[in-house]
């Protein structure tokens, strides 16, 4: 009897260990997006970040997204960064000045394109909570993200679609007895839930183009 219970000691904190490990992440299919029958020539003129994660690094690695889902999507054709800062320069127009009619115009005009848009990161945060189960612990860290990109008439300047997108994503990691996963700050959670959230804006502009 001593020697079942003393075995039974042994195998408990590997037990535990075993229902605090969570299960291997799943990876996020990719939007699929329909096809317009035509593609629209847009250009991405900036991708700002609102919030006070992540500075410059956030709102370009939102930028790159947005392009490669714009262009996945097969109804896009993305006017090149370099010659959107080119153009910009020459005319020493800056961003406030895109929505007037003449301005918009003309760098429309210049950058060959139909549409121009302005993207924002608006919100981003990462929130790390915790399980206490005497024996075993736990620690889930949720990161959330919210971006908005908002699609300028060239003839206008007017901001005629303003699209949203949201992602969420979570990770688990547990111990017990001091055994058992233990993490940091999982950093490619922020690449996931950006993408979650431009990936929907996208999705939202693809509707938009398909009334044009």
Do not use: H, W
């Amino acid at each position: 009897m001593r020697k079942i219970t003393g075995l039974l000691l042994l195998l408990l904190p590997l037990l535990f260990t075993a229902c605090m490990t969570p299960p291997p992440p799943q990876e996020d299919k990719p939007v699929e997006y329909p096809m317009l029958g035509k593609q629209f020539t847009v250009a991405l003129l900036e991708f700002n970040n609102k919030t006070k994660y992540g500075a410059r690094r956030l709102s370009d690695s939102a930028g790159e997204i947005l392009t490669t889902e714009m262009l996945r999507s097969g109804n896009f054709i993305m006017v090149e960064r370099q010659k959107i800062e080119d153009i910009m320069a020459e005319l020493e127009l800056q961003l406030s000045g895109v929505t007037e009619a003449d301005n918009a115009a003309q760098l429309g005009e210049m950058l060959n394109c139909q549409y121009m848009l302005v993207g924002s990161v608006s919100n981003f945060g990462v929130k790390v909570t915790g399980k206490d189960m005497i024996i075993a612990q736990q620690k889930i860290q949720t990161a959330e993200c919210e971006v908005d990109i908002r699609v300028i008439d060239v003839e206008t300047g007017g901001i005629i679609f303003s699209a949203y997108g949201k992602g969420k994503s979570e990770t688990k990691s547990g111990s017990t007895f001091g055994l058992g996963a233990t993490a940091g700050y999982d950093e490619t959670m922020a690449g996931k839930v950006l993408r979650q959230a431009v990936s929907e804006a996208v999705l939202k502009l693809v509707n938009f183009f398909a009334t044009k």
